[in-house]
């Protein structure tokens, strides 16, 4: 378990990882997490599917798992998390919540936000809940891949996270879309039903809509805007 304290401190440890681990297996990056920070990190998860759930439960069985609730997800994205919490019982399930609830903020800037100013909505609803949340750990764990998306190309297994102050690993940085897919069908993860669906990258439900057969996956986020990430990650 890691002594460091101050964020030089686990700065320097997520700079020496980086190295370390540049070329380190999903298995081995997220042994070396729960290694390094035990109870003191997080795992992030959009519900899309329980890849990095399953995979993070094979080192702690207990671990706690972020779920940004921005009050505008599809039900079948709330029934996924729900499904998570029966089929991994010893996971805790943190739901980040914004200040204001959708009427409320609907209330102070407006009907749909997410129409008019997508960059604030996200600001607001995940942005702010997740960097909140964050700030009770020394280390989040995501499931960012380089395939992705052009701006997650040169994504490291491990980072310093300077924006949220905490340590950042990612332990399927280097997976395929094959390799993804395949741990999927091997290990019979949970998926979210809309993925089937045509949804290969699932959001909020205002903001997504369904993707053409071999377009982009995330082409179906904030469609017609130049917007292409929610701010949590670039």
Known sequence: MTTATSNE????????ASAELAEASAAEAIAWAV???????IVASNMQDAV??????????????LFLETGYHFAETIGTRDAVQTMYPEVRIVNATADQSVAEQDAEYGPRLHDRDPGQCCHLRKVIPLRRTLSNYSCWVTGVRRVDAPTRANTPIVTWDDRNGLVKVNPIAAWSDEEFNGYIREHGILENPLVAEGYPSIGCAPCTAK?????????GRWAGKSKTECGLHA
């Open 52 to 65: 990095l759930i399953d995979l993070a439960t094979t080192a702690k069985s207990d671990v706690d798992i």
């Open 211 to 219: 993707v053409a057969p071999g377009a982009d996956p995330r082409s």
């Open 35 to 41: 290694e390094q920070f035990g109870d003191d990190l």
């Open 9 to 16: 401190e686990l700065k320097a440890l997520a700079d020496t």
